[in-house]
């Protein structure tokens, strides 16, 4: 009997413990191994606070001190494994919900991961071989200890790969200082960066060879890699997407580049948590600016009180761009908006003409805002803008931005899932506006907003009030700030946090002509990948 109830358990036990392996190693990628990120993650969110003081975990540590009970009675013995037993029973049936609920996201295999992966269930598989206690008791400890087993291989791999990483980027620095004749471009700011050095590489591909970096790759080490795979003699212009979250990031990046014009795109709270303050997030944008030659050029997002003291900072010659509005003054202009379901028409107004833009495959202001700086520089870098024009009305959404897809009921389902942010997610809720039917918004909460996250999910929460009929979370962090914002709206919208098989089922029978869906958020997109839908172009 005993030996039975072992064997199940021990089952149950590497099912959780490998499944928490993957939790845990997909946690870090999406931090990219950076402590102060982790530790804002542990510190703001529910779900990172679990990780220490959750139910699960005191659980654990309860059932451990438990133990203790056996030493005073060998009959406990038998009562303690069982309750060991059922724990872990109960993780294994949580396990196959995560399963069927669609919860359960893989991190990415890369080597390191693989690698990581490998090591610390290994480990874990040496220990229980080898207990030197209670054998039910010692499953327990070594469940706690996978994440320090996890935690110490990656710091080991991360020793490992700095070498490798200096290797790439003075490799890169040496390239770049090989070819003055280069023309680089840089994009940084807190949101639209991505689409805005899409939409430049784009226009600019129609008179010159073109390398840019995928939008994923926006840190020094990703930057670098590109530059060494992929930037050949034929290359004439090179657009990095920068991203930082530390002070000395951008300045780093363009220390390997070079750039010759810098674009400067929004700015907001985001990684708030990161860098402390907006005033240090602004002073990591001025550190592109700072970085320009003489003769280079900074290209600023106008709008908001945040880019004043860049504009003021900039000692280069520069332009400001942006949607007209009163009282903004502003160097590049978009006017006359007219905004469809699926297009977009304005006017562009720069270098005293005017250019007129009808039908436009593009959703949302936000990609006017993205597309201005690519059309500028196109025209500065000698384009015909009846070229330009032409290229434009090719466009579509990029992937997961804004991108529309048609669902089998005839709602539009709305991918939005690379990136969250207030930004993005205001748009979109202003998008959802021109809709009659049923709007509904699949979220994942923001994050990295520091001291101002409970302020911004109470805003978000009226704003999303006064816009949506149907509230989905991906997770519980901030339900409480985005409760109160809802019912401030006095809004009849319903809320509710759901896993990913309940946002499926919901929307494949309740949507229909009219109805639009917009999933906002990397956890979004585990929803919206499990819905069938078609390209509305």
């Known amino acids: 009997m005993a030996g039975i109830l072992f064997q199940i358990t021990s089952v149950f036990f590497f099912i959780w413990l490998s499944s928490s392996a993957l939790h845990y190693v997909r946690l870090f990628e999406e931090k990219e191994n950076d402590a102060k990120r982790l530790f804002v993650h542990l510190r703001e969110t529910r779900r990172g606070r679990s990780i220490l003081t959750g139910k699960v975990t005191i659980t654990k540590w309860v059932i451990i001190f438990l133990y203790g009970v056996t030493i005073f009675s060998a009959n406990f013995d038998l009562y303690y494994h069982i309750v060991v037993f059922l724990f872990y029973s109960c993780l294994f049936l949580l396990f196959i919900k995560r399963i069927l609920s669609r919860e359960i996201v893989f991190p990415k295999f890369s080597k390191a991961a693989v690698g990581v992966l490998s090591l610390s269930i290994g480990t874990e598989v040496v220990l229980f071989l080898f207990a030197p206690v209670d054998r039910f008791l010692w499953m327990l400890i070594i469940d706690k200890l996978l994440l320090v087993f996890i935690t110490l291989y990656l710091t080991l791999f991360s020793i490992f790969f700095d070498f490798s990483r200096d290797v790439e980027v003075n490799r890169a620095i040496e390239k770049i200082a090989r070819r003055p004749k280069l023309f680089s471009i840089a994009v ?21 060879n073109v390398l840019a970096t995928k939008t994923s790759f926006a840190n020094p ?23 930082d979250y530390r002070r000395e990031d951008v300045r780093n990046i363009c220390a390997i580049i070079k750039p010759k014009i810098v674009v400067v795109t ?5 990684k708030l948590s990161v860098f402390g303050s907006i005033e240090k997030i602004i002073d990591s944008k001025l550190e592109a600016v700072a970085s320009l030659s003489r003769d280079g050029v900074a290209l600023l997002y106008g709008k908001g009180e945040h880019v004043k003291k860049i504009i003021g900072a900039t000692k280069n010659k520069k332009f400001t761009y942006g949607i007209s509005q009163a009282n903004l003054s502003l160097d590049i202009i978009a006017g006359n908006i007219k905004e469809g379901t699926f297009g977009l028409s304005f006017t562009v107004y720069l270098l005293g003409k005017r250019y007129k833009l009808t039908g436009v495959k593009l959703l949302g202001r936000q990609n006017i805002e993205n597309l201005i700086p690519a059309i500028f520089i196109g025209v500065y870098a000698g384009i015909d803008f009846s070229l330009i024009r032409r290229a434009v009305l090719q466009f579509r959404p990029l992937p997961r931005a804004m991108e529309p897809r048609r669902h089998a009921s005839g709602a539009i389902l709305i991918n939005d899932t690379y990136n969250a942010n207030i930004n993005s997610v205001a748009r979109a809720l202003s998008y959802t506006k021109l809709y009659r039917g049923k709007k509904v918004l699949v979220l994942e909460p923001l994050v990295e907003l520091g001291k101002t996250a409970e302020s911004v999910h ?7 009030g006064e816009a949506c009929d149907f509230l989905f979370l991906t997770n519980d962090n901030y339900l409480k700030f985005l409760k109160i914002g809802v019912l401030k709206s006095n809004s009849s919208c319903k809320i509710k946090v759901a896993a990913p098989a309940e946002i499926i089922n919901f929307v494949n029978k309740n949507t229909k002509k009219e109805d639009v869906v917009v999933f906002e958020g ?5 929803s919206f990948a499990g819905i069938a839908s078609e390209s509305v172009y």
């Open 522 to 526: 990397n956890e979004a997109g585990h």
């Open 221 to 243: 080490v990703r930057i670098a890699a590109t530059i060494n795979h992929d930037l050949s003699q034929k290359k004439q212009i090179f657009i990095a997407e920068i991203d």
């Open 188 to 208: 940084v700011g807190s949101y639209g960066r991505g689409s805005t050095k899409e939409f430049i590489s784009q226009i600019l591909s129609l008179r010159y």
């Open 266 to 270: 929004g700015i907001n709270e985001q």
């Open 458 to 464: 109470h805003d978000l929460g009226a704003a999303i």
